[in-house]
């Protein structure tokens, strides 16, 4: 069965440092990756998502993600946190078993640090 | 406005009360969902309809049923509500537009419930 694993239930970064969120992936298969945020009682907001091609996907707000086929992992970074990155993100793998599904990760609480 | 609809937003129910949770897209989109999303457990898929007049159990369904009701609307509900149930409940519908690049969810806002 398709999963990921966020490994981390929270990650605390200063604001202005780089910041990394990390996802690892278990697919049979090419995997469809992706990222979603929310915001404090908010919905989910789709940030980036890789299909094929560059390993490097750049999404909204300035974050990109990284996959790494030999290292099964997907980590969502930014160069520069801001205050108003703080959210819970959520790592997500399609799961194309018997039907066409998306998987999510338990998420990562990001907090950013003024 | 295009997108997933989601009602109520809010709702709080006694133990062993029934509600139906809706969700309505007007996307054309085939396959719709209902996740839970509880602390520390991320979202975890309750039922699915992968087309109109099909449905599919998740990975958490006991104490739901659903009903597909046509190609737009889908819905979730408790029959005899639980604390257990407690959650944030939230609908979405998949595209398969554009070929690959064009796959993801649209999500809803929403349902926040809470059981007494």
């Known amino acids: 069965a398709q999963s990921v694993a966020q490994p981390e239930d929270q990650v605390n970064v200063a604001e202005g440092n780089p910041l990394t969120v990390k996802c690892t992936y278990s697919v049979s298969g090419n995997p469809y990756l992706f990222w979603y945020v929310q915001y404090p009682n908010r919905g989910l907001q789709f940030l980036l998502k890789y299909i094929t091609g560059d390993n490097l996907v750049k999404g909204s707000y300035g974050f990109e993600a990284e996959f790494n086929k030999s290292q099964t992992s997907f980590h969502l970074k930014k160069p520069s946190a801001l205050v108003s990155d703080s959210a819970l993100y959520f790592c997500a793998v399609r799961d194309m078993g018997r039907d066409d599904k998306i998987i999510f990760g338990k998420g990562t609480r990001l907090h950013i640090l003024p | 406005n295009a997108g997933v609809t989601q009602t109520p937003k809010f709702q709080v129910l006694k133990t062993g009360q029934s509600m139906t949770l809706q969700c309505a897209q007007d996307?054309?989109?085939?396959?719709m969902y209902w996740y839970r999303q509880d602390p520390g457990m991320g979202l975890r898929l309750i039922y699915y309809?992968?087309?109109?007049?099909?449905?599919d159990k998740g990975e958490v369904p006991n104490g739901y049923n659903v009903s597909r009701l046509n190609k737009r609307e889908f819905s979730l509900r408790l029959e005899s509500a639980a604390p257990s149930q407690t959650s944030v409940y939230f609908c979405a519908s998949m595209t398969m537009g554009q070929g690959a690049s064009g796959y993801g969810y649209t999500f809803g806002s929403g349902t926040r419930l809470t059981v007494v």
């Open positions: 996307m054309n989109h085939n396959s």
């Open positions: 309809s992968a087309s109109e007049g099909t449905t």
